[in-house]
């Protein structure tokens, strides 16, 4: 089943075995903007970083399929930060041995933690207060904290990524962090290899090879084998630009990951109208392009939440309402005419 959040809800797709066939339900939620939506695997429940124009942003969670929602209290942090809250941007449940903790990343870089099943949330005041801040600057989509990876060895370890600060790691379960952007650019600043400043668009860490990360950034693929002491830049070997939101990875295995490059980061779409998905099966020396399936010419966009994989295939949505899914070789366009997609979610659940 896919969890595809939208503009306007969030929709749940089930497809059979073969991935060939797909049905929507939804919109849930309906009026909301549903930045992220997972399920959680410890006890089924559904969360979504969900966002109102008029009730601004929150944590929805249904326990009944999203039959009925409950909302999260109100998302705050201290006065004396300066600092509102703008927007929900990525749920992540935390590790089996904790079952009531959830995390949550929001704009204006924050990183949220709830011991209560998403009742309630305290921001994390290592992000909040780190020594860093004042140099942190928003992307064109804002300050999001949209990238948030769990190590499952070492419950005092992980990680989050905050556009334009970079990727963190703590390894004292969150009270100090530490920048970890070695040899990652960021074109844009006066000094591109400084501590900080990267724009991460998104962040993967590999469930068999802890230390192995993956990332999209602003300014070029990136993999770290070390637990992001240090970066490797992938896109000068097949790839047609650096630039692009998302990126997946193959759970079975370590050495293969999949971009959807866009032309640059002045033009968000496909280059040359080609659209095509980008596949390494090397650790990224070489890429090879994935395209049959897939409408040409195309300009499309797809966005940092958008696409996600499981043991069987990989998936993405487009910012013009499709969602896709990998199956023998070829794209399958599975549903269409959906609202702009912002996020893809996948689980066996409910099958």
């Known amino acids: 089943m896919g969890l595809v959040g939208t503009r306007k809800g969030l929709f749940l797709l089930r497809g059979d075995d073969g991935r060939h066939h797909w049905r929507a339900e939804g919109p849930l939620l309906d009026g909301w903007a549903v930045y992220h939506a997972t399920v959680d695997a410890r006890d089924g429940t559904i969360y979504a970083a969900a966002n109102h124009a008029v ?42 041995q904790e079952p009531e903790t959830l995390y949550l990343g929001a704009d204006p870089g924050i990183l949220f933690r709830s011991d209560d099943h998403g009742k309630t949330w305290e921001p994390n005041l290592g992000i909040l207060r780190h020594p860093t801040r004042d140099h942190w600057i928003s992307g064109a989509g804002g300050m999001c904290c949209d990238s948030i990876q769990l190590d499952p060895r070492d419950p005092q370890r992980m990680y989050v990524c905050v556009t334009s600060a970079g990727t963190l790691r703590t390894d004292d379960g969150g009270q100090t ?29 590999h469930p068999a090879r802890p230390d192995r990360l993956w990332q999209q950034n602003h300014c070029g ?24 939101f998302p990126i997946m990875i193959d759970p079975k295995d370590p050495d293969t990951a999949f971009v959807i490059p866009e032309r640059s980061m002045e033009y968000h779409y496909s280059p040359n109208a080609e659209f095509a998905v980008y596949r390494t099966r090397d650790s990224g020396q070489s890429w090879e392009r994935v395209s049959d399936g897939l409408p040409s010419p195309a300009w499309a966009v797809v966005l940092r939440e958008a696409s996600a994989s499981d043991a069987d295939s990989v998936y993405f949505g487009t910012q013009s309402g499709s969602f896709f899914a990998f199956a023998d070789g070829a794209w399958i366009e599975a549903v269409r005419h959906l609202p702009p997609i912002l996020s893809v979610e996948v689980t066996q659940w409910f099958r």
């Open 55 to 96: 009730y601004g942003p929150t944590v929805q969670r249904s326990a009944d399929g999203g039959k009925t929602w409950q909302r999260s209290r109100q998302l705050s942090v201290p006065e004396s930060s300066g600092l509102t809250v703008i927007a929900a941007w990525h749920i992540e449940p935390g590790l089996p």
């Open 177 to 205: 962090w530490l920048p970890v952007n070695k040899n990652v650019a960021a074109d844009y600043l006066a000094t591109p290899y400084g501590e900080i400043g990267q724009c991460v668009h998104k962040l993967l860490m």
């Open 221 to 244: 693929v990136y993999r770290s084998d070390d637990g992001g002491d240090s970066w490797e830049r992938l896109d000068g070997n097949g790839l047609p630009s650096g630039f692009g």
